[in-house]
């Protein structure tokens, strides 16, 4: 395993800067935050000694289970579903909170910053491709829903997060991060104007070259670094 990602990690900088240079941006636009959920902390080590500092978990109490054994200097996102009754243990403990899916999630969000005197960065995550499966704001309730969202106290906005849908040709994803791309653009025009908010999470292990691409700032890699998952 650990030679994997020693070799996994370098291998997708690379990948991730070729598509910048496709693209006509600079590799410091785009961060990689390495997916390690379901992996040890030994593994997340190897790639700690690689130099990487940027990891995102799915899971409340997994996040705040290798928050306590790692080192400190890492910086740590929420990337997966967020239940409310979880809000209050992981405020203060994520840098980033990239699925913000439902304005009661965003109230309560708010309501437990206030609790705690402090300021929580979250993405708003769309569902593009309006797949059933999938959580987050239709593109065409996502204006209403920010306006409703953008002004309570402890919570700033940062950007927009979606997941593409599978599919083995990468291309297949491409105009739903296009169409994120856009939408990111009118709201900041629209109901952003006076701060930044022009985050973009999207791209996985799949179809990240196609992301950055079309202008993703965050790709999620879990398994181009780390391999298969553990049980």
């Keep these: 395993m650990a030679a994997d990602i020693g070799r996994n990690l370098p291998a997708v900088l690379d990948e991730v800067?070729?598509?910048?240079?496709?693209?006509?941006?600079?590799?410091?636009e785009v961060k990689v935050v390495a997916v390690s959920k379901n992996f040890p902390p030994e593994c997340i080590m190897e790639a700690y000694h690689c130099g990487h500092r940027v990891f995102g978990e799915n899971r409340v109490q997994e996040l705040l289970e290798k928050m306590d054994v790692l080192p400190k200097d890492i910086e740590w996102h929420f990337i997966g579903g967020?239940?409310?009754n979880k809000v209050k243990?992981?405020?203060?403990?994520?840098?980033?909170i990239h699925s913000l899916d439902s304005a009661p999630l965003a109230e309560e969000i708010s309501r437990q910053a206030v609790l705690k005197n402090l300021e929580v960065s979250v993405l708003i995550q769309v569902n593009v491709a309006k797949e059933v499966s999938k959580r987050?704001?239709?593109?065409?309730e996502l204006?209403?829903?920010l306006r409703r969202v953008r002004d309570l106290p402890g919570l700033r906005v940062c950007g927009l997060m979606t997941v593409g849908p599978w599919n083995e040709d990468p291309e297949e994803a491409r105009p739903v991060f296009r169409k994120l791309r856009l939408l990111s653009a009118e709201l900041r025009k629209d109901?952003?104007?006076d701060r930044p908010a022009n985050i973009l999470s999207m791209g996985m292990s799949g179809d990240f070259a196609v992301a950055v691409e079309e202008g993703a700032s965050l790709v999620r890699i879990g398994t181009g670094i780390f391999g298969s998952r553990y049980a």
């Design 136 to 140: 987050g704001f239709a593109p065409e």
């Design 191 to 193: 109901v952003f104007p």
């Design 17 to 28: 800067k070729a598509a910048c240079a496709r693209a006509g941006r600079s590799a410091s």
């Design 82 to 84: 967020l239940q409310r």
């Design 89 to 96: 243990s992981l405020l203060g403990r994520a840098a980033l």
């Design 143 to 145: 204006g209403g829903a």
